[in-house]
Structure formats: C-alpha cells, structure tokens
C-alpha cells in the first residue's frame, strides 16, 4: 500500500534480500503491506500465528515467511528463518528516498569555523555554531542548532527542531527526531540553607554509533565526566536521561521512561516504556524492566523485572488499596493466628 | 479581571450566550473572573457549590449560574441549564483576538508547490515543504516546520516551534501548541542477533477536525498503516502516542500520558494523566482510566479504572511493601489456618 | 579535567571559595575532577564516606573536604564545613564564559515596540514579538519565540528552541533550557453532550527569580488567574505543570513529574522523578515525595511519602498482583478466622 514509486521483480527482491523465492520471478510489487490489507501489487509478510486467517486469504503479490508456514499461503513465497528481520529489510526498499539536496541552504547560519563533509545538507534556519564538526552525507532539519565544538559522524539524520548543545559528540548513522535536546544542564545543586546552588555542568554527551533518538527526548550533559550512550542503543520518545548515565550497547529504552542521574544500564537490555529509574543505579546486561516499572534498587542479575499493582475496577480497586495500607498489620493478625495454631512458618 | 479591551452590555451577553437575564440589562461587564476575584464590571459564574460563600459576598457584576441557585446570589444572573458550559462560552468572548496579519512573513520559507488558502498567516522562520496544502485562515507559529504532502484543514492554529513531518493529515479547527512533534518515526525494529534493524515507518499520521494538542506532545507516523486521531480528541501536554495508535472521537487524553503501538482507544474516553497503555490494547468506548494507572490488558467494559497503591508516609510504606511482596505466602498461610479451621472458602 | 583555560593558585581559590588552605598556596590548578579521575592540575572535592579509598588515591592537586576528613589525605586541602556547597561555588570557577556577544543577531526578528536591556544578546532567528521587555545581559538562544507582552528579568539565560507565549512574566537569573514551553493553554473544556467546548486561557504565567527550567518541560498558562512558580523553584526536564498550579520558594521538582491543574505545592519541597499530582491538591511546606508516587490527596504534615509495590522478579510479582487485587477478600477471610479464635483486634 505504502509506495515510492518504484517497483521489483519478485527475482529481484529475493535477491536484494538474501531469500529463496516460490513462484513467479517475474511478478511485481511496488508497495508493502499487512496481509489484511495487500493488494496485488504489494509485498507482505507472515511472522506472528494471530495472523493465520490473514495469511490464507491475503491479495498480496508474495509473502515472506518460514519454510514452515509456507503450507498455509497460497500465493508467491520468500522464505525466511526470520521473516521479521526480513520485512525490516524488506521495508527499506520502500522508504522514499529524497532527491539529496546537497547543499547549504541559504538561511542556514554557519560559523565560519565549522568544518561540513561532503554531500552535507543543511536545512533552513539552521544554526551551526563554532568548531562544529559534520560528518560526509549529514542531513540537518530546518530550525534545527547544533552549539559549539559538537560533533556528528556520517550519515547522521536530524530532523527539524532538534537542539544540540555544546561538546556534545555524535557517532555514525544517528537518526535524531524532532524536539530532541541533547546536552542541556544536569539537573545538580547543592543546598545553602533553603537555597539552591547551581552545580557548573562541565561535561559533555558522548553518543556511539548507530543510535536512535525519538521525538522530544532529553539527554542531559554531564556533571564532570560525560553522559555516554554507547552504539546501538535506540531510544524512543520523550525519553529522559540524566546526567552521567551510561546506557550499553543495543540497549532499547521505550517511550516515557526516565533515568535519573548516574544509573548505568547494562548492554541488551529492554526498558519498557514509562519506566522509572531513580539515580544510582546498576543494572547488568540482559535485563528487562515492564512497563511503568520503578527500579529503586540495583538488579545483578539478568531476568525481568516489574513493580506495580496491575489494573482493576477502581471501585474494586479502593477497597483492596485500602487493605494494601495496612499489610504490614495484616501480617501481624495472621501471626497471631498462627501462633494459636503452632504453626512454624 | 482578564479583558481584550471589549465592552458588553448585559443584555448583549445574554443574547450571545441564549441565557436569560435577571437583572439590569444595561449594565456593563469588561472582563471574566472568579468569584472571588470578581470586580465590579468583571462577569463571573458559579457552577459547584463548594464556592458557594464566595458567591454570596462576590462582587461580580453578573454571574453566571443555574435556576435553583439563583437565590443565594444577589447581583445580576445570567441563567443557563449548565453555568459552566456556559462559562467555557462566554469565555471565548474575551480572548484578545490577534489583528489578523493575512500574511507571509518575508523569512518564511514556502516550497513554491506549497497551496496557502484564504486570509492564511505565516510566522517568521516558518518552512513550508512542496506539496504541502494549508487551508484557510490557518495561522502557523514563528519557527514551526511543516513537511513534505503535509495538509492542515481550514482554520487550524499552529503554535511556534512545531514540527510536522510528511504525509500528516489535520483537519479543520486544530488547535497545536509549541513544542509539539506529529509524525515522527515508529519505534520499530527487528533484532538481528543483539542488534536492532530498523523497520521502515511508511504510514502517516491522519487527525480528524476539532483536535487541540497540547505543547511538547508526540505522535508517531504509523509502519505501514497510519496513526489515527479521530474528530474531537482532545490531548494535553507531554502525552506520547505511538506508531499505529487510533484514539476515537472525543476521548480526552491528560498531560504525561504514554499509549504504546498499535492501541485502540475508544470513543468518549478519559484517559487522566500519566497513564501507561501498553501495546496492542483495546478498549471500549466510555471508559475512564484514573491518574498514573498502567493498562496491562484490554479493557472490554465501560466502566472507571485503577491501578497503583495510593500514597502513605514512607517510612509505613516500606512496612508494607515488604509484605506486598510475599503476598503470595501470606495467602498460602491464611489458607492453611482456614484448612485447620475447616472453613470453606 | 574540564577546563575553560584559566588558572588558579590555590591561595586564589581559598580566597575566592572563603575557605581555608592547608597546603603550598603557589600550587596551580586548571580543572576540576572527581577524586578518581583528577590529575595533579586538578581540584577534587570529598563529602561522602563512600569515596574515602578514592580520597586516600587521589592525584588531585587539591581537594575541598571537611576538617574532620582531612587527615585521610595525603594532598593540599581546601576546607570546608560544606565541602559539596563549597564545590557547588567552585565548579562555577570552570565554567566556560561564552565572549559575551552584546548584540542582535542580523537574523532577528524584533517587533519595533519591544524593549531590550543592556548587554543583550539575542541570537539567530529568534522572534520578539510586540511590547515584550528583555532584561539587562539576557542571552536569548537561536529559534526561540518570545511572545507579545511578556517580560524576562535580568540576566536570563534562554536556550535555543524555546517557545514563550504571551503574557508571561520571568523574574531575573532565569535559566531555561532548550525545548521548553511556558504558557501554552491550559486543558480546560466543558462538556456539552459527547463534545468539548474550550474554556479561554485568559491568565498568564508569573515565574520570580532564580528560577532553572530543565529541557522540555511545559508550564501552562493560567485560566482565569495566573500560573504561579515562586523564587529559587527549580525544575528539571520534561516536567509538565498544568493551568493554575502555584510552586513555592525554593521547591525542586525532578524530571517527568506532573503536576495537574490547579494544585498548590508548598515551599521548600522535593518532588522526586516521575511523581504524579492530580488536581486540585495541597501540599504543605517541606514535603519530599519519592520517585513515580502518586499524590491522589493533600498532604497535611511535612513529612516524606510515597506510593508503589517496590521492584520485584517478573515471575514473583505476577503470583503477588493476584493477591493485591484479593486484599480485601483475604482480610475478611483474615476476620473470620479471627472471630473464631475470639481474638479482639
């Protein structure tokens, strides 16, 4: 459904993608879709048993799925051991390319110092400030201000919007939303008396390669040391991360979850979305927390994690809160009882 | 107390609002206030009767209010059926309306495919990318960015510093506020061994006529299908949505909150703020989900719903949560008394 | 290690900081580290036992620690009765001073009837609009938007990409961080049938002095009254505050806090991250909520609260969520068992 205007063979697309075809080499798709709502010309795809009755009656052109489930699909085939991976992929085919406008644009304010590779394009408004660095095929959204001695490496996306602060280092292949702020103060006072005393930010980000940034997240600098997010690690929207974390590689942390200051997150790990964690944290490698969860203690040991009551009726829910308030007591009670009963725990 | 400078007589008001006076007709009222803060040419209204003293000493020059409270209020009425519906009507009457500025400002940078209807504004710094379609008597913020196949139904107001990606559809009436990102990229990837490939996000967004958005939200564009924001939704501050959501038809969706991908919110919903609604949830129509609760699962009955444990003093919270935690034991050992006692549950 | 170039001897930081030195007064330092990282051109500082080995290793030229701790170290020593407060003051000393750039950017747009201070540096493509007032030494980042009427006290410093509507008043040494939004509506609306009606946001915002703004984070304007945030509050990220809400002296709010409309949090309170407040609550003075609670009632008495189950292994909280929404069954189960043992409570 979702189209480029460009189109490929079935022999093609088997062989841009790595895959074994069943059916017709010379068919055509130019578009990708849901098994539902393929037509014809579309290329889908068959990951997920909840999808089964789609998959026997879809219209698309052909489907990538595993040699298992391919008894189940009357139309064309590309087999996959992981036909998930294989729509990622296949999905990329079909993202429209813009004509590379490679150029600044004339209302772009650039500091003379500021060093841009080639085929950089630098859109309207846009502020570059001094000793900036832009790596080769950059693209900078309109609006968007990158501050002094920053850093992107290649093939960095920026959408519109985005505020990066100074001495703030970008790795390869960034795709940076809009509303995104990075490297603004670390939120550190020290009291005197009832008064605040603002703590001098002096770090800086460091940002590895191939990170994903979403819509309107922030990523405070760091304190003395740096704020680190190492390669691979993909972040959703409206994320905050306080200054001085380190989250590892390939890490994925999903929308509306924030971790305060100098909480270090293991590598592989899955943060849910809404998740809290308070600062000072460790977290291991190979750790996911649920939704909405708050890690107020360090996990040491890979598994899953959850904290909350689950949902319920809220007029069910008051009565039982209620019994919640007085748990402790409850334990008592039971003690009690027990203690008539001589029943050894 | 607030005023745009604009005088109305009593009986002026009544005929704007379709209340009916009792009272002077030829007074005047020059701004809207509370109760308490009314002055004498401020009109005010009354509409819960936790405010009724200061209904009784205000100095309001006409209230606002129901039949049956009309006695305990001894300046001039207005009367209505719903005093705060009322309220919300005659409030409009004192906004300061903008002289209109029909026009583009000369820093505006518009993709000459771009249509501009009627009596449109354009704000400083403004970029406007080809094919966009803006409709009339649209007014769009200083600074704000609205990308490629873009449209903006009639009479849409767009706040400073806001990005629109492309392919968005907005209908008419759209109120926008600063800060706000619709259509950014889905959180969506497959993993290839520990690392993360990126699933194309090929949908777009479509918003229905009547939606306000309140500042620094996020909507993401949807995979393959779009992102849906039905007629008359109304969404508050800071509230995440993500790739493949649809929110039906006036449903009310307070600050902070976060829905996950490929959620399905029925029509005439409150969701408070804060909530967390994790994907591939449905819920039906009515439903109210009170402040900061986690939706883990669909919810298939109208109805009001909670989770989480409510506040105490921390230090008897800690008692407690240590016995939420062996809730499971604590219930095993009830039902080995009950066994003693031979009590059937 | 974070260095802005300049030099001090230990004699000047003793004079600067007011604090005593027991060590050569020629020694030169150039940065400011933690006691594990410094090198010999560094000051460190020591206020927590936790890094006592790191105090007996460190490199650092000297250290800021209290009397009591001194003897631990081996290096020159700076002391003081508040060794973190006194670190606070000398981070301030490595601070990059920007050249202060007196002046407004050719790109600027400023409406001919707004006024600004001395010493004001506005930068690229920032827009003033009509009567709004910038104090003396205000530094206004690239892309914000200040709006008609409002008013920045002295010395403010404005990130870039900030939006400020109309009719907000700042007070002076205001720090506001890039993607902020002060004085977007309030959500007010008032049924009428399935529909909602927009009540006018005719207040405004009032922020006094000393105020620090964190990135993204949105403060509404008031409906009829102001919003109201009060001198010293300091707010980090993506912390929304909805129309009406009052915020007393001195009050830290951490990131991704909501506190909802009309809410009155007292002075000299720390509201941890992720915390949610619904509307219409009071808190007194010298309250602290901890991370992601909920305050769904007034809080009467300082004191320290809280809300939530702790972190627990997803397996375990699953079998202990199932009892949490039996709580009120098991206490009455609880009840009969007492009742036949005859024990009072």
Chains 1, 2, 3 share one sequence.
């Not at 048993?49 to 799925?65: E, G, H, M, P, R």
């Not at 408004?125 to 990158?146: L, P």
């Not at 985005?162 to 939120?187: E, K, L, P, Q, R």
């Not at 909480?263 to 000072?280: L, M």
Request: a negative charge; aromatic letters at 4%; glycine letters at 10%.
């Amino acid at each position: 459904m979702k189209e480029n205007n460009q189109e490929y063979s079935l022999a093609s697309l088997a062989e841009l993608l790595g895959l074994t075809l069943e059916g017709d080499p010379d068919a055509l798709v130019s578009g990708i879709a849901t098994l539902a709502n393929a037509q014809t010309s579309d290329l889908s795809f068959y990951h997920n048993s909840a999808y089964f009755s789609d998959l026997q009656k879809t219209n698309a052109a052909v489907v990538i799925l595993s040699q298992d489930a391919a008894p189940g699909c009357s139309v064309n085939k590309l087999l996959s051991d992981k036909p998930y991976l294989a729509y990622a992929r296949a999905s990329r085919l079909f993202e429209e390319r813009p004509v590379r406008q490679t150029q600044v644009h004339i209302t772009a304010v650039i500091h003379e110092s500021a060093t841009l590779g080639n085929d950089v394009s630098i859109g309207p408004n846009v502020v570059v400030e001094a000793n900036v660095k832009i790596g080769d095929r950059c693209v900078i959204g309109a609006n968007s201000v990158i501050g002094k001695n920053s850093v992107l490496g290649s093939d960095a996306t920026v959408s519109p919007n985005v505020s990066i602060y100074s001495d703030v280092s970008i790795g390869c292949n960034a795709i940076i939303h809009s509303g995104v702020v990075i490297g603004s103060d670390g939120f550190g006072f020290a009291r005197d008396g009832d008064k605040q005393v603002k703590i001098a930010q002096l770090g800086g980000v460091t940002i590895g390669d191939d990170v994903e940034i979403g819509a309107g997240s922030t990523i405070d600098r760091g304190a003395l040391e740096n704020t680190v997010i190492e390669d691979g690690v993909k972040i959703d929207n409206q994320v905050q991360i306080a200054h001085n974390v380190r989250i590892g590689e390939n890490t994925i942390i999903c929308g509306c979850s924030a971790i305060a200051g100098s909480s270090n997150i293991g590598k592989n790990c899955i943060i849910a979305g809404a998740v809290g964690i308070i600062n000072h944290i460790d977290i291991v490698d190979g750790v996911t927390v649920t939704a909405m969860s708050l890690v107020n203690k360090s996990i040491t040991r890979k598994g899953v994690y959850s904290s909350g009551t689950g949902l319920s009726e809220t007029s069910h829910w008051k009565k039982n809160i209620v019994h919640f308030k007085h748990l402790h007591k409850l334990n008592s009670r039971l003690k009690a009882l027990e203690l008539i009963q001589k029943i050894k725990k």
